[in-house]
């Protein structure tokens, strides 16, 4: 059975920063590229940051700088490291995975991704 699940989110204030924990199983993990996605209230989901099979990463413009997308192989883990949080950053954020053997632009895509968590608020506040 595929599990994703989502940990490490909050409420912190503007400024600060978080950790995002996202652990897999049931899939063979290091053949699968990861990405991290979020959906604020009234707005569609979004693609934040993907890694590949290559250990590639992608970033949507918005987090570029801001967060690092990385992972521990040997964990079946995602992580997602952001810094200088904004309340726009508001979000429920998800973790979820394709493949076989796909690249982090293609992780960034929504539409492309098999298997979902099932999200981690994050609130940031002014």
Same mark, same amino acid.
Do not use: H
């Given at each position: 059975?595929?599990?994703?699940?989502?940990?490490?989110?909050?409420?912190?204030?503007?400024?600060?920063?978080?950790?995002?924990?996202?652990?897999?199983?049931? *899939?063979?993990?290091?053949?699968?590229?990861?990405?991290?996605?979020? @959906?604020?209230?009234?707005?569609?989901?979004?693609?934040?940051?993907? =890694?590949?099979?290559?250990?590639?990463?992608?970033?949507?413009? *918005?987090?570029?700088?801001?967060?690092? =997308?990385? @992972?521990?192989?040997?964990?079946?883990?995602? *992580?997602? @490291?952001?810094?200088?949080?904004?309340?726009?950053?508001?979000?429920?954020?998800?973790? &979820? &995975?394709?493949?076989?053997?796909?690249?982090?632009?293609?992780?960034?895509?929504?539409?492309?991704?098999?298997?979902?968590?099932?999200?981690?608020?994050?609130?940031?506040?002014?």
């Amino acid at each position: 059975q595929v599990q994703l699940v989502e940990s490490g989110g909050g409420s912190v204030q503007a400024g600060g920063s978080l950790r995002l924990s996202c652990a897999a199983s049931g *899939f063979p993990y290091s053949s699968y590229c990861m990405g991290w996605f979020r @959906q604020a209230p009234g707005k569609e989901r979004e693609g934040v940051a993907g =890694i590949g099979t290559d250990s590639s990463t992608s970033y949507a413009d *918005f987090v570029k700088g801001r967060f690092t =997308i990385s @992972q521990d192989n040997a964990k079946n883990t995602l *992580f997602l @490291q952001m810094s200088s949080l904004t309340p726009e950053d508001t979000a429920m954020y998800y973790c &979820a &995975a394709a493949g076989p053997y796909c690249n982090s632009d293609y992780a960034l895509r929504s539409s492309g991704m098999y298997y979902w968590g099932k999200g981690t608020l994050v609130t940031i506040a002014s």
